[in-house]
């Protein structure tokens, strides 16, 4: 039962399911039909993505440092280079801290940040990045706050969220316990016996797995009084099933030159390590199960990720949805993604089945135009609506940061919110429109916007006609007719001759401001 | 500049604007009225310390047996040595040694000096060791999860709400958004620095269409366009220009004195900055982050403590002309673990400090009573317990600023505590 859409609902759809698309991507989704994107989308190879990857293979970024003592200054273009590099090749970031300036410490996280910002915009698998996004923001970790996480930033992106995004959720579990990043950001790495670290227990359940909402707070220690617990399935956890978590964590850490013992160090490779002496062996209770003293090896910390794993069926499909439908979510899609969820615990693509649920669902079709856009998502939809050729650079990363989306840099777990007033406020706003216009007018040295080429000089009518139909998959006349009045351009005269400059700035006013307007805010 | 730690990264602010004098303009498009000419009102300050302050750090009972047992002595104030911290005076317990944070030399000033009252052991009523629910419930300004389910607003929406006098209220951020405080209130404006002026993107022709294409779009998002360009406007036209037309930089009434408060400079500077341009402000909220000290506190806290103390005093001298109209309140969502983890870092905890520090507050002198740190007095045997509501606080905070009692609807459900008398009286000369 194939869905047609026109393509104002197509380009809706893109802009929620990805990062939105071109015109010729509108016009051939409308043609194939929704679930056959989906089906394709679902199943993403590297291979056919010819365009991004060579993208990635040219893109150069500034990197920029004075010389000192024990190096010599550098002001270069330099390729990225971290990103295939397995984590205990670029560790000696971190253990040679002293022979280089932090500019190349903080490399690796600058350049998984421009990859990221380009494959929003060109990748053609919009719903693999889009689904990247929602898992760095809930499994969050700030590679501003950590040189470590900085530097570890590379792996986790590709090894982890990348490897598991469409996967299967235990799997991306034990993966993000395990990951340098998180042992880090969430200090699990020092945590010892005796005195556990509770960060990351704690936000495992909170955020992670179960959700707040089964936050027993006032249960505190009382856990047969949790719903469920006699049975062995609380409905959720005490703050005693934190501390206990976190003992069965203890152990898991990170090779990074640490002393064991009088004897013993650590190798310094950035990669995971269970360490037997830093375990807490002792028997534990959590979640109502009991563990038997002395587990073997990383025993005790999987049963818990084991246990953890069995619960967040509604909070996380309710969180998907959320994100991916952006209006109102139907009792029916939340119930069907839950029990496919909970149905396909087992199988290596769990969340991509969830994910066809969701997007074939009524409330998806019905959400169009319901979800505003965050700061990446309306530079990338952007780019894609108007054809522009971007490279990113720090200047508009920054301005991604100024309207409320510092990529890989939001300080508390939680990650970034997915609320749209988060997005809004008068800054936000403000960042909102220069992002556009500085896209357009290459005020950051992404690149010129020369319209001219595909549309020659058109009559300002006619260019606003364009770029709307290229960004909402329509042009109203209302809002033509305010945009063109707005810029105080007569409608039929010619912006200028093909080939002048200024027809080209007019061009790149006209576009921008066509992304400027309230209907591409949201998808 | 790029911040380099993660404990100065989450530094915003949110300044309300309103305004309660003759001679208002209005601005159209927000129904926005601001006072013209020295329009300096009260101005309440309302400083979130992101992440949960160790109170038992920054003010410790620095000879209690159980706590020097509890802890390792780097995560306590010590009594002698170099790094001894401040003894203070009418502290809660006379038999304890009070201490404030070596770093904290300029609250121990203003504590001494009688600007700065000091509130241990505050908090949430209720047992909440998760961030996010403890920070909902003191932005909805509630201590229950039921009534957090059933509030659709922030304390501050409601208190502005009850404001007859003040026309309306703008909202300016650092870290994007209004804080949830002023959940219900749309009259809200964010701004995270002033340096390069506050305009639209492409002035003036942009300044032209946006005016146009947002001046009947529906919804969230046309409100929002509308809001924003005229909060930029009044905010914009405010600012001092050079003959060149470029803003001014910010020229803080001392030279240099933000210089080390790190990034919680910026968003104090901003406040101090739109106070003096007499735009009407009358509440800001500022957030501070970074206090989630879960490893490594000693050096994370050092540091903390000294931008802590430095900005608040930085911005307290920046503002001495309005001394007897200014109030700032500064609140945590807990306090942290009565023991330290083998981290060198304590985890999630309940009681806290609370500072108010303002020129009609009694100062120099601790509210509220010391529930102790024995076995039986902390909470569930693990946690300094919460001694203080924290709505007790902002209620005579808001009283104080208000010059009257507060409504009833501004913490639903709270009956109050018994008055702690943080004010010399409960009013503020307004204007």
């Known amino acids: 039962m194939a869905q047609r859409w026109d393509a104002a609902m197509v380009a809706a759809a893109l802009g929620r399911a990805g990062f939105g698309g071109s015109p010729d991507e509108v016009t051939r989704v409308a043609s194939i039909g929704w679930e056959d994107w989906v089906e394709e989308q679902l199943r993403p190879t590297d291979g056919v993505d010819s365009d991004c990857q060579r993208r990635l293979r040219q893109l150069k970024l500034r990197i920029k440092y004075n010389a000192a003592e024990k190096w010599s200054g550098v002001d270069e273009m330099r390729p990225l280079k971290t990103l295939d590099q397995p984590i205990e090749s670029i560790w000696p970031l971190i253990t040679k801290r002293a022979e280089m300036d932090g500019a190349e410490r903080r490399r690796p996280r600058d350049e998984v940040i421009a990859a990221t910002i380009l494959r929003a915009c060109y990748s053609r698998w919009g719903l693999r990045e889009a689904l990247v996004g929602f898992w760095h923001d809930h499994f969050n970790v700030d590679a501003y706050g950590s040189e470590q996480v900085a530097v570890a930033l590379p792996s986790y992106d590709r090894d982890v969220i990348r490897a598991h995004a469409l996967g299967n959720f235990r799997g991306f579990l034990e993966a993000v316990a395990t990951s340098a990043a998180m042992l880090y950001y969430l200090s699990n790495h020092s945590s010892r016996a005796g005195a556990a670290n509770e960060n990351y227990a704690r936000e495992l359940f909170e955020l992670h797995t179960l959700g707040r909402d089964a936050y027993f707070n006032d249960r505190y220690d009382r856990w047969r009084d949790v719903p469920g617990a006699l049975r062995g399935a609380p409905e959720g956890y005490i703050d005693q099933d934190v501390y206990e978590a976190a003992r069965a964590l203890t152990g898991w850490t990170v090779e990074d030159g640490t002393n064991i013992d009088a004897q013993r160090k650590l190798p310094e490779t950035g990669r995971f390590v269970y360490v037997e002496s830093w375990h807490d062996g002792y028997q534990k209770r959590v979640l109502a199960r009991e563990f038997d003293a002395f587990q073997p090896a990383m025993a005790d910390g999987r049963k818990v990720l084991d246990l953890v794993a069995e619960h967040p069926a509604r909070f996380l499909c309710t969180k998907l949805c959320r994100r991916f439908i952006g209006g109102k979510v139907g009792h029916d899609t939340l119930a069907a993604a839950i029990e496919t969820w909970t149905r396909n615990r087992a199988r290596p693509d769990q969340i991509a089945r969830v994910m066809r649920v969701i997007l074939t669902s009524k409330d998806f079709a019905q959400g169009a135009g319901a979800k505003l856009r965050r700061p990446l998502n309306l530079a990338a939809a952007f780019v894609r609506g108007v054809g522009l050729d971007v490279a990113p650079t720090e200047g508009l990363a920054n301005t991604l940061a100024g309207a409320g989306q510092r990529l890989f840099g939001w300080p508390t777990p939680m990650g970034l919110p997915d609320d749209p007033r988060m997005f809004i406020g008068t800054n936000a706003m403000r960042q909102r429109w220069a992002l556009l216009l500085g896209l357009a007018e290459n005020w950051w040295g992404t690149g010129v916007f020369d319209a001219t080429h595909a549309m020659g000089a058109p009559s300002p009518h006619l260019a606003v006609e364009r770029f709307l139909t290229g960004l909402l998959g329509r042009a109203d006349p209302t809002l033509t007719a305010s945009i063109l009045s707005g810029l105080g351009m007569p409608e039929s005269v010619s912006v200028g001759l093909q080939g002048a400059p200024d027809t080209q700035k007019k061009l790149a006013r006209i576009a921008a401001a066509c992304g400027m307007t309230p209907a591409f805010q949201a998808a | ?431």
């Not at chain 2, 402000?281 to 050092?302: C, I, K, M, Y």
């Not at chain 2, 985890?347 to 806290?352: A, I, L, N, T």
Request: glycine share 12%; net charge neutral.
């Open chain 2, 1 to 431: 500049m790029r911040p380099s730690r993660r404990d100065i990264l989450r530094a915003g602010i949110s300044v309300g604007l309103g305004a309660a004098l003759d001679g208002l303009s209005p601005l159209p498009g927000l129904g926005l009225a601001f006072a013209e000419g020295n329009a300096a009102g009260p101005l309440l300050v309302v400083l979130h310390l992101r992440g949960g302050a160790d109170g038992l750090h920054l003010l410790s009972p620095a000879d209690d047996p159980d706590f020097v047992a509890a802890r390792q002595s780097e995560l306590r104030v010590a009594t002698t040595g170099a790094d001894a911290g401040h003894r203070i005076d009418h502290s809660p317990d006379e038999r304890i040694d009070f201490r404030l944070h070596p770093q904290a030399n300029a609250l121990f000033d203003l504590y001494r000096e009688g600007h700065l009252a000091l509130i241990p052991a505050a908090g949430l009523a209720a047992a909440i060791r998760s961030h996010f629910v403890a920070i909902d419930m003191i932005e909805h300004g509630v201590a229950d999860a039921a009534a957090l389910a059933r509030s659709d607003s922030g304390w501050l929406a409601r208190y502005l709400r009850g404001q007859t006098k003040a026309t309306s209220a703008l909202t300016v951020a650092a870290a994007g958004a209004p804080s949830g405080e002023y959940l219900g209130w749309g009259k809200a404006l964010s701004v995270p620095d002033l340096g390069g002026g506050f305009g639209v993107p492409g002035v003036p022709p942009m300044a032209q269409l946006l005016g146009k294409v947002y001046a009947d779009a529906q919804g969230a998002v046309g409100a929002a366009g509308r809001d924003a360009l005229a909060a930029i406007k009044l905010v914009d036209e405010h600012l001092p220009r050079d003959d060149q037309g470029k803003p001014i930089a910010y020229q803080p009434a001392q030279k240099g004195a933000y210089d080390l408060a790190g990034d919680f400079a910026r968003p104090l500077k901003v406040v101090a900055q739109l106070a003096k341009l007499d735009v009407g402000l009358s509440v800001a909220t500022v957030d501070f982050g970074g206090w989630d000290t879960h490893e490594n506190q000693p050096g994370r806290f050092r540091v903390l403590v000294e931008r802590l103390s430095v900005g608040l005093s930085a911005f307290w001298n920046d503002l001495a002309p309005r001394h007897d109209r200014l109030t700032i309140v500064v609140q945590t969502e807990f306090g942290r673990r009565f023991r330290s983890n083998r981290s060198a870092g304590t985890d999630h905890g309940r009681g806290s400090l609370m500072m108010v520090l303002g020129g009609k507050v009694q100062g120099g002198v601790c509210y509220g009573s010391w529930p102790g740190l024995k076995a039986k007095d902390l909470d569930e045997g693990v946690d300094l317990a919460v001694a203080t509501d924290y709505r007790q606080v902002v209620s005579e905070v808001l009283a104080a600023h208000r010059g009257g009692p507060v409504a009833k609807d501004v913490f639903p459900g709270y009956a109050g505590q018994a008055r702690l008398g943080l004010f010399r009286d409960d009013r503020l000369s307004h204007g």
